[in-house]
């Protein structure tokens, strides 16, 4: 080590020298409530209702191995070499026949294939979002999402929903509020199939009529489809850039319904867009991976993929069905959402309660959950809970719902005692009235 | 498609209906000189000399295989998941063994693996610059660094290098300069080894000079080491993370000593800097993929993996002979570096030949190389030209030098008739005096 002529600023309150250098965005890089739960979570005897991970070992291994050992005895140095910025083609046409079932179509050219769909947000907003511009997205909204828009010192603007998706008065009071206040609406972020945290699907009347406002606004629609295809009966209404070519980028995956492994999703973009989409990728990555391009390729080309996702789908109404009747047995007084496909069942709290402030008395009782305030990026959602049905047996499941039965309905007994002998919330009611000395 | 209430706006000039909407960072973004070549150098008749494709034919595909075959064997349902985003722990610290060959010793908490080293430059950039911050790099430089940097509205500052890497008294002065018109200088970016495009490693004294002139400057240096293992018989000094843990970002990459199709890279950041560096990873694609990773894992586990290095070394050592030996007997009155390592050779042309415009004369002449304006952030680099010599075979190569001399030497003789007859550039005389008539 060279000893240094002058030293390294040091910072009073920080361990870190390069404290002072951050660009500005990094204010808003902080660690998701998800992401803390990740640790947690994945202990063995803790049943986690947190994460949102596929359930893959419903793949067929030997098919999928297959397709690995086809790509690379056919093509091995193409799938090992760098490829194009925007994708293999083949690909791209294949990616057309999927969105073709909800009633996309477009342009293989249009088609921009990124690591995960994760990505395709980030390049996105990257393309749209100055410091302060404001994105809409709806209350709840995905976390890694939101941890996006901030990460570009985006405003996010919750936008209300009910059980038929984005309220449409909602959404226009918003955008007036935010044009009378001088910001630049840039980008409206929807889920519209099988929402992630809700579950709640935009009725076919809603798309329209909030793709019309976005419209009349010249507010870009990013619609995001994870889930679209996994329902369970009923298929979801046409996507929303079915009705709108121009004002949509439509955002897909295949870590839902094949792999999340292998990080391969995409955007379709209105062809005005997908240039500068494809040079910022390009600056991001250079290349998506060629090997994993070419094994879904393959994947698509020589199986039933439409009855792996059957299989997938019936997983997980199996599993939403034990859930839901879990919490009707166990939590007979609370009220959730029921999805028509997806992951997940968001549950509304007794009034008073905290799901943050549960949290870690489910996680000794070996359960977990998300509270429902990662997924607003204005501190609310503590009254909520984001259950995800997607990974645990249909008998974990019903254990891990019976577990947070036992928590909640600890917190209320918690609640009841206090509401009867004193203060509500010791804390909040210190902030009104001083307790008496005998008390603080 | 629902009538639009009102019309999207339209710009004259523009088919793009959000041609208004764009964050003002999309200025930076164009189309590299590099990427436009990629079209043309693919076609089979032209020997391309411009790419930086690494030679993936020469990897053992069989072992490899097998090493696929066993991740998804043995750890199938891990590999399709979702994984953590600072990457698997056990390729963390076999990326430690990697970078210890090259004298850099580091704690695997403090790796983040990436999607190809590519990711690790994004993201750092992001981290760091501000929009009209300073990132100083090498005259010249990595095309896609210099991209990356201008995504971010970085100023890129470049500083002289000689045939021992940068100049610390350029360095210096630049960085005076730029302080002294109140610039924030925000990262030194380099490539020591066998840099790109110019072939250049940097001595060690340079290194030691270099890291105390940004040390004492407080600049953070990103040290870029992509090709660092190739060396064709003498080991570059040791890296520039080796002298200082805490001023020094350093990236490395899966892509030239295996494949980059695979897209894995990685960053050792300075331990105060690398949980933001996970967090920005994790907002911009949520997890590297597992798959990959593992395989790459297993490949290292279970093969001899520095007997393939070996293999690749000697493969590019003749093809860099190859091209030494061309460029003396076709171009004997030029000068080229001799690179020790690498990838590239860096081509000055005679006085007046323009690299750029020369190019299309070359690709009909079937040879494509890289201009050196792709290199420079400020439109310098026109005299020279990077010959990359890892991708053709040694004869392809021979042969590609022929016909780029025939290209040069063309340009030669039109040169010199028009020095005995007239005007040397028709257009740069144009601008002084005015042509008689009959020769407008």
Known sequence: MTTPSTPRRVEGISLDPWYNSYADRTAGLSASEVRALFAVASRPEVVSLAGGMPYVSALPQDVLNGSIERVMQEQGPVALQYGGGQGVGILREQILDIMALEG????????????????????????FVNPGD??????????????????????????????????????????????????????????????????????????????????????????????????????????MRSLDDDGVVYLGTFSKTLAPGLRVGWALAPHGIREKLILAAEAAILSPSVFNQLIISEYLNRTDWMAQIETFRETYRVRKEAMISALGEYLPKLSWTDPGGGFFVWLNLPPHLDSKAMLPRAVKELVAYTPGTAFYADGRGGNHIRLSFCYPQPDFIQEGIRRLATVINGELELLNTFAQTGPLHLSQRHNVIAPPPNIG
Request: charged share 20%; aromatic share 6%.
């Open 104 to 127: 996309v179509r477009g342009s293989a050219d249009d088609v921009v294939i990124t690591t995960g769909s994760q990505q395709a947000l980030d390049l996105v907003t990257k393309l």
């Open 134 to 239: 404001v994105v809409l997205a709806e209350a709840p909204s995905y976390v890694g999402a939101l941890g996006v828009f901030r990460s570009y010192q985006a405003e996010v603007a919750h936008v209300l929903m009910d059980d038929e998706g984005i309220i449409p008065e909602s959404l226009r009071e918003t955008i007036a509020n935010l044009r009378a206040a001088g910001k630049s609406i840039k980008l409206l972020y929807t889920i519209p199939n099988f929402q992630n945290p809700t579950g709640v699907t935009m009725s076919f009347a809603r798309r329209a009529e909030v793709l019309e406002i976005a419209r009349s606004n010249d507010i870009l629609v990013l619609e995001d489809n994870p889930y679209g295809l996994l329902h369970f009966g009923t298929p979801a209404p046409h996507a």
